[in-house]
């Protein structure tokens, strides 16, 4: 017996787990997948109070790993998922959008505490363990989806109609997810102009990324387009941070949650056309070391450029990152109407 198998199987009975099935031809394949199983054991006996055991030990029993390429990190602690869900407020009867559920340990706190829960995922292995899982239930439903693909429009609707059609109070949902931190840009793009469908978005991200959409100061290097979308269409806050140790496998970073609050297009920034808008601003940040008349040329004349910045009260010399939200609507609007 390896060292690690012997070290595996001489853990506690909370954490016993059968062994996977390794291709006896492959040894080097056998060594990473005893090593993966100590992993998860050694981070279950640090989690004892976490019902996410349950869900590992099925996962190994069907012989599943993490896979690297769907950027798959799953949460050990349960005391994490918990506040996820009270950052959201999640109450009985919502209806949450879940992205990513894996083995449903955060989809079980939602249901836990009354939400219906629509949960997308890519992983069919992981859709027929999260659908067994919650088979007892009506208020869950999962669909093998690639999110950022996805119409998401036309599976929430139905859920909220058939909840008015109950006299229910809700009108908006929620999304609530620990997001693969390789898709988390994409999916913030996605979700925050639907401030019609939900009305907060709640990400563990990873927390450089978290720390940037929130943070960002003006005149730093981290100041970019996806500032001024993330304000544009939410108002962001910054939660708590999350020890990279909470999950398996445990990935090279931190992550943090998020909390999004989403507005209504009648509290958008005015603007004659958001898609003229965001095109302006990456055409400026395109050119982020250069002065705004000259990276926004292409849209009107210099001369033109230099008018509407001091129209809009800004310096002739401005350059991209020295422009808050309001300055770039400004800016639009003032070059809009030349």
């Known amino acids: 017996m390896t060292t690690a198998t012997h070290l595996f199987h001489s853990l506690p009975p909370i954490v016993s787990l059968p062994t996977a099935k390794v291709p ?5 394949s056998r060594v990473r997948n005893q090593t993966t199983l100590l992993h998860i ?11 996410y055991h349950a869900t590992l030990k099925a996962l190994n029993s069907k012989g599943r790993f993490p896979r690297k390429s769907l950027g798959q990190h799953y ?4 005391e994490i998922n918990e506040q996820l869900v009270r ?11 879940e992205i990513g559920p894996g ?21 069919p292995h992981m859709v027929a363990l999260v ?12 669909l093998q989806e690639d999110f950022v693909k996805c119409h998401i429009g036309s599976h929430i609707s139905p859920m909220l109609e058939s909840r008015k059609a109950l006299n229910a109070s809700l009108i908006r949902s929620k999304v609530v997810s620990n997001l693969p931190f390789n898709i988390s840009t994409d999916v913030i793009k996605l979700l925050l102009p639907m401030g019609d469908i939900f009305s907060k978005v709640v990400l563990l991200l990873q927390e450089e990324t978290a720390v940037r959409l929130v943070e960002s100061s003006l005149r730093t290097p981290e100041y970019r387009p996806i500032n001024i979308f993330v304000n544009f269409y939410s108002e962001p806050e910054y939660n708590f941070r999350v020890p990279r140790t909470n999950f398996f496998p445990q990935p090279n970073v931190d992550a943090a949650v998020v909390t999004f609050k989403l507005k209504q297009a ?5 603007v004659a056309s958001t898609k003229s808008f965001f095109s302006m601003v990456n055409s400026a940040f395109n050119g982020k070391r250069k002065m705004l008349r000259k990276s926004l040329q292409h849209i009107c004349p210099s001369s033109e450029i230099e008018r509407a910045l001091g129209d809009a009260g800004l310096p002739i ?3 991209p990152e020295e422009l808050t939200l309001d300055d770039f609507v400004k800016l639009h609007n003032m070059i809009a109407r030349v």
């Open 103 to 123: 083995t449903g340990s955060l989809t079980n706190v939602l249901i836990n505490s009354g939400a219906t829960v629509l949960a997308i995922e890519k992983d």
């Open 41 to 51: 054991a050694c981070a279950l006996r640090r989690s004892r109070d976490d019902d």
């Open 87 to 97: 950052a959201a407020n999640v109450e009985e009867g919502d209806v949450v959008l």
């Open 24 to 28: 006896a031809a492959n040894t080097s």
């Open 131 to 142: 659908r067994e899982r919650f088979e007892s239930t009506d208020r869950f439903k999962v």
């Open 75 to 78: 949460m050990l602690n349960s």
């Open 266 to 270: 009648p509290n958008y920034p005015s």
């Open 317 to 319: 010399t401005s350059r």
